[in-house]
């Protein structure tokens, strides 16, 4: 994250980070706390999420679409609204057909291309936020 964000007020949301590379995880953690969000866990494969999500119950996933073990990103975020609710923001490199085909088939809350700022993050939460109903 290359642009700084000035702290925004939002009711303390509960989001979840599923990613894979845990310097990029703590990363988007300091920026979630410097916008006022709760972080409840963080998780780098799907056993590890629905785990978390389990125990925490978050009202949103922050995912990125390369994870550890057989299950990617996507398929992850599928599991986690079946089985308990969760939307997902989408955080990842990837925009070929294919893989936005397979997004959008998940109804995420928004997307956002990596690399990106914290401007950018901060404005999808809120818009996710907002569809939420939070």
Same mark, same amino acid.
């Given at each position: 994250? %290359?642009?700084?964000?000035?702290?925004?007020? *939002?009711?303390? +949301?509960?989001?979840?980070?599923? #990613?894979?590379? @845990? =310097?990029?995880?703590?990363?988007?953690?300091? %920026?979630?706390?410097?916008?006022?969000?709760? *972080?409840?866990? +963080?998780?780098?494969?799907?056993? #590890?999420?629905? @785990? =978390?999500?389990?125990?925490?119950?978050?009202?949103?996933?922050?995912?990125?679409?390369?994870?550890?073990?057989?299950?990617?990103?996507?398929?992850?975020?599928?599991?986690?609204?079946?089985?308990?609710?969760?939307?997902?923001?989408?955080?990842?490199?990837?925009?070929?057909?294919?893989?936005?085909?397979?997004?959008?088939?998940?109804?995420?809350?928004?997307?956002?291309?990596?690399?990106?700022?914290?401007?950018?993050?901060?404005?999808?939460?809120?818009?996710?936020?907002?569809?939420?109903?939070?």
């Amino acid at each position: 994250m %290359t642009d700084s964000a000035e702290p925004t007020t *939002v009711r303390r +949301v509960r989001i979840m980070i599923v #990613e894979d590379d @845990a =310097l990029v995880a703590l990363g988007i953690r300091c %920026t979630l706390d410097e916008l006022g969000y709760e *972080v409840c866990g +963080v998780a780098a494969s799907e056993p #590890e999420a629905l @785990a =978390l999500a389990g125990r925490t119950q978050p009202e949103l996933a922050l995912m990125d679409i390369r994870l550890r073990g057989p299950t990617d990103g996507i398929d992850t975020a599928r599991r986690l609204r079946a089985e308990f609710g969760i939307r997902s923001v989408y955080l990842s490199a990837y925009t070929d057909h294919q893989t936005m085909s397979r997004i959008t088939s998940t109804y995420p809350l928004g997307f956002v291309q990596k690399p990106y700022s914290a401007v950018q993050l901060r404005m999808a939460l809120d818009l996710a936020v907002r569809r939420l109903g939070a």
